[in-house]
């Protein structure tokens, strides 16, 4: 029998989050996504050294952060049947709306949430097909203009410091 080299259930790509609390966060991925834990290891010392969730057909690695370590929040797009229930069921599970769901130029609509932990999710559902020549098209049509607008002008972090340079 030989070893496949992308172990079954994984994809090429596989995203891995470096967590404040990975308890919390598999329990927020639970109730936001449906997620399916697969693995949870904790060390000696009570730290989660390594656990998987499934979120669809993809697998989400993650563990938790050594004290010193900055924070490295995790960004995932999640492509969902329907972007506006899952949302919901997001902030729903305690997350926090950047964006709400909207119909954007290239044919997904899409709404963002930051969980508890400072993660942030782009919940996506395609509902159109288009050519680049359309897409192109799109960007100069007021209504698509104003989406972008809306979208780009959210504050993924409001927590920070602000840039005083």
């Known amino acids: 029998m030989s070893v496949k080299p992308v172990p079954q259930g994984y994809n090429t790509v596989t995203p891995w989050i470096v967590s404040r609390d990975t308890v919390q966060l598999i329990d927020f991925m639970k109730r936001a996504f449906d997620a399916e834990e697969l693995a949870c290891l904790a060390g000696k010392d009570g730290s989660i ?14 563990f938790d952060a050594r004290p010193e370590w900055p924070p490295t929040p995790g960004f995932l797009r999640l492509y969902v049947e329907d ?8 902030v729903a599970a305690g997350g926090t709306s950047v964006t709400e769901v909207t119909h954007l130029f290239f044919g997904d609509l899409v709404g963002r949430v930051r969980d508890p932990l400072g993660n942030l999710y782009w919940i996506q559902t395609r509902v159109e097909d288009l050519s680049p020549q359309e897409m192109e098209r799109r960007l100069d049509d007021p209504e698509f203009t104003k989406a972008m607008e809306y979208v780009q ?10 840039d005083l340079d």
């Open 49 to 62: 050294e390594h656990a998987e969730v499934r979120i669809g057909d993809s697998v989400v690695m993650m």
């Open 153 to 162: 002008s959210a504050d993924f972090f409001p927590d920070r410091a602000p």
């Open 83 to 90: 972007a506006d229930a899952v949302h919901r069921q997001a």
